[in-house]
């Protein structure tokens, strides 16, 4: 208990919501959101949450033209996605149309500050929007710089002038990322103005410069950081800090998000980025050695908890500034305030899992006893790097060589190396967040936990310590065969898939054995009493 009796909750903060009061749902509800980048991994589960579970009036999405598919188009095809399927169930297509709009927005907009809206569409936005989740962002880690900076500086920074001249706007929640300030070993929940180069001057650089001048700055514009993702929301971190900390806006910092947990459905992704796409290249034999260290925290976290934990920032966002603000004399510009932003830090780490208990969690997904037993000796994680690169060649670049002159031998063109060689600078780029660790702190998130009322919290669960690791893993795989490469997984088509498996496994093993007793034959005893191992697993 707290001085005063008050209740503490399990990390020892006072509790402030009282039974029974719903205060995050009350904001919500009868609310007009805007949400831009909606049509990411991120958005998609974002969205589907809000209008699945909060009675909120309606939702603007902000979409850029794509493949000459007009945004109304792409919201069509969005709300086909499996991850809508639960809310479809309950609520036709025509339904949700009319809680639901599309806006065409281009930051390639002539207006440096805006977003090409349509002038009726824009005077509807300023007038009814009251919260925002802007998830718009270029998350590739190898971005050309200048796209990196133009999406997630620039369209930050159009974003947040929007916001500026709405009327009703309560909260602004800008998802970054735990690794903005991955150059340090401690994260604060505060924004580090340490960037080398002035947010503006930076935008200003990629305006003025070709993106091949500004690759050839960037080492000295990215400094410690290891890409241009990193750099590049970091700069955005600090323009709204610098900028436009006079909004009610905070900074959501997610770490490495996977597929969902339970909601709406257990292990939906869209995507093979970070450690989906390793995992799946090792099920499937592809890669054999992964540079890291097993022993790290891998700050991972499901996509629906991530969610669930943005919506409750949204509320405490707005709380913190209640107090009434005076205008500018125009009437529709916030006062300029220096105020901290509030940042949130969404990771536990009591809870955090490392990397080499996600590897071997992974293995509750596979089908049957003799999968299970294979995977614990198909690959290896080596934190050294010349151990790395000859293992490396033994087990990735000499198979795929061997490959691709068996593909020439029968006249195809070769293929092999160059996949090996992508995956070889995925793995080094993965590998600077699977050799260190950080000390990050938590206090504004531990805090929005004790803000849920029970109901609430069984509606907007977001504390890593609820999650079933188990659970969590035994849909994980699955969920990469349906929902990314669209595998069925009916009964016969897992049987079918069973035995492929294992008559791929027996073949692998047939030729190894064959490999071992030619080279047994020849006399080279000595090279397979010290390549057993590589050669086993290659």
Known sequence: MAAGGAPTNRHGVEAETSAGSDRVLDFYRDATVL????????GKVLLEKILRCLCVRKVFLLIRPKNSRRPEERLQQLLKDAIFDRLRLDTSTERLLERLEAVEISLGASDPTGLGIAPDTEKRLLQETEVIF???????????????IGTNVGGTRRVLLLARRMQRLRSMVHVSTLYSNCDRTEIGERVYPDVRLNPDTVLQLSTMLSPEEMDGLQHCLVGALPNTYTFSK????????????????????????LSTYREPIAGWTDNLNGPAGLCLWTVKGYVHVIWGNRQRRANLVPVDYC?????????????????????????????REQLPVPVYNYMYDESNLTWGRYMSLVSLGFDGLLHRLWWNHSYTIVPNRALFRALSVCCHTVPAWLLDVVRRLRGKSPRYGK???????????????????????NENVVRLRTLLSPTEAGLLEFDLSTVDWDEYFRAYIPGIRRYVLG??????????????????????????????LLCL??????????NLFAILIS
């Open 487 to 516: 595998e069925s997984t009916a009964p016969t088509a897992r049987w079918t898939a069973r035995c492929n498996r294992r008559i791929h496994f027996l073949c692998r093993l047939l030729h190894k054995l064959l490999w071992i």
């Open 419 to 441: 996949l090996v060689a992508k995956t070889t600078r995925f793995l080094e780029t993965m590998s600077y967040f699977g050799l260190r660790e950080w000390t990050v702190a």
């Open 234 to 257: 970091k700069c955005a971190e600090t323009l709204i800090q610098q900028q436009f900390s006079d909004l009610p806006v905070g900074i959501f910092r997610p770490p490495i998000v």
């Open 521 to 530: 034959k020849l006399g080279h005893r000595l090279y397979v009493v010290r």
């Open 307 to 335: 969610v669930n934990a943005m919506l409750v920032a949204g509320y405490d966002v707005a709380e913190r500034r209640k107090c009434p603000r005076a205008k500018e004399p125009d009437g529709d510009r916030w006062e």
């Open 35 to 42: 949400v831009t980048g909606g049509t990411g991994f991120l």
């Open 134 to 148: 802007n998830v718009l962002a270029s998350v590739k880690f190898n971005e050309c710089l200048s796209t990196a």
